[in-house]
């Protein structure tokens, strides 16, 4: 039995100097393959007299057993150490700043929105948020735009296919049924007491038209304010304050146009003055103007409709077109271009996304 003692010692050696699990699986074949050594004494035992057989057989066995338990766990540790050294390998630190420098571009869109929430935000308001698919009510008839009020066929809606017309859902056409939203919560909520209601709202709106200047889908901020005292001039100064603010001129020359929505009255329409010279546009000088938003006293309609009294409280509200301050601010000449996701485009226009816009430290690099 010597010489099984011999090969036992032999394989155990060769496991255990095997140091990868190619290594190893040649000691493996060399032992138990087809023709290894521990097979071939296994063949062997057809031609040991059979007195001798059963006990050799069962020492061949223990034998086999014995060594490719040793194997197997050979190489668990073998593999336990490849995965530690993988592990190792591909960890990343992702404390480390990105480098070389850092490529993802911060689309305008998405630049715009942090400017305006960042002045917006330094006044006081607070961020409020509707659903993009809303019903009739809160789009149109609570802001004192009833079935059949003509202004319904300026808004291009898209509707959605309804059992009940009575309530359709439609893409909202503005972000105001976020005014009506804010309303309704506060009134649900700690009541009137809540007040002053100072919020505004950036999102998506929608509207069935497409051409150079209009896209199915684009963005606007609204902007409301309820409490019992606020009027006309506090709007002029909280929007003059905006424009001088967002479009980094201090002296903008900034123009209150009567205008009519049906949710506000007064409304007005808000241009800001601007030069136009060899097609080149400069704002804050000239004797041009560009408007730029639409605004009012929130229409005691619209507050009655909410469930605020109306001989009470007032307020003040506001809506723009994110793109188009965006354009005027960046000189971006074509409004499909923000939805063409090109990304040379992003490169050229796009925003370095650490450079977070505050007030304190500016609102562009
Ligand atoms: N909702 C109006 C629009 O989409 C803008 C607006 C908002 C006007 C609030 C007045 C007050 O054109």
New binding site residues.
Partial sequence: MSDLEALRGRIVEATAAATSPDMLEIVRVEALGKKGTVTGLLKELGRIPAEERRERGQAINALKEEVSAAIDARKAELEAAALDARLAAESVDVTLPARPQPDGRLHPISQTMDEIVAIFGEMGFAIAEGPDIEDDFHNFTA?NIPPEHPARQMHDTFYLRAKDVGNRMVLR????PV?IRAMQALIKGDGPDGLPLRIIAPGR?YRCDSDMTHTPMFH?V???IVDRTTHMGHLKGCLIDFCRAYFEVPDVPVRFRPSH?P??EP?AEVDIGCSREGGELRIGDGDDWLEI????MVHPNVLAACGIDRDIYQGF?????IERIAMLKYGIPDLRTFFDADLRWLKHYGFVPLEVPTLIRGLTP
Avoid: R
Wanted: glycine share 20%; net charge negative; with cysteine.
């Fill in positions: 802001l056409t503005h972000t105001s005014q709106t606007q609204e902007g409301l929505f949710f506000t409304s938003l639409g605004c009012g509200a506001f809506g723009m077109g």
